[in-house]
Nanobody
C-alpha cells in the first residue's frame, strides 16, 4: 500500500510555469510506476504523463508534450510534474497515481490503483 500527497498547485498566468510534487509514503517507492492525471470542470479525468518505476521511460499526452516534464527522485519518494508555457485549458485538479510494477510490468496504460487527493492548478488569461 502507498499513500500519495500532491503539492505545488496554485494560480498562475498564461505562459507561466509551475512545478507539482507528489510525495509517497513508505520505502518501496521504486516498486511503483507513477502517473499524473487532471480533471477540469465538466470534463472527464484525463491522462497527463507517466513514468516507469526507474524513471528510465516516460510518456505524455499529446496536449502537454513539449511543455510538461515528469520526473522522479526515488531517494526522496517523490515524483514531479514541471509545467511550462501554461495555458488556460490546463486549468484542472491534478492528481498523482501509482501502480505496482509487480502487477503492471508495462508502465503504459491508464489503470492505477493508488491516488492522491489532488491539487488545484488555475491558469488565468
Amino acid at each position: 500500500q502507498v499513500q500519495l500527497v500532491e503539492s505545488g498547485g496554485g494560480l498562475v498566468q498564461a505562459g507561466g510555469s509551475l512545478r507539482l510534487s507528489c510525495a509517497a509514503s513508505g520505502r518501496t517507492f521504486s516498486s511503483y510506476h507513477m502517473g499524473w492525471f487532471r480533471q477540469a470542470p465538466g470534463k472527464e479525468r484525463e491522462f497527463v504523463a507517466a513514468i516507469n518505476w526507474s524513471g528510465g521511460s516516460t510518456h505524455y499526452a499529446d496536449s502537454v508534450k513539449g511543455r510538461f516534464t515528469i520526473s522522479r527522485d526515488n531517494a526522496k519518494n517523490t515524483v514531479y510534474l514541471q509545467m511550462n508555457s501554461l495555458k488556460p485549458e490546463d486549468t484542472a485538479v491534478y492528481s498523482c497515481a501509482a501502480k505496482s510494477k509487480l502487477l503492471y510490468v508495462n508502465f503504459l496504460g491508464n489503470r492505477y490503483d493508488y491516488w492522491g487527493q489532488g491539487t488545484q492548478v488555475t491558469v488565468s488569461s
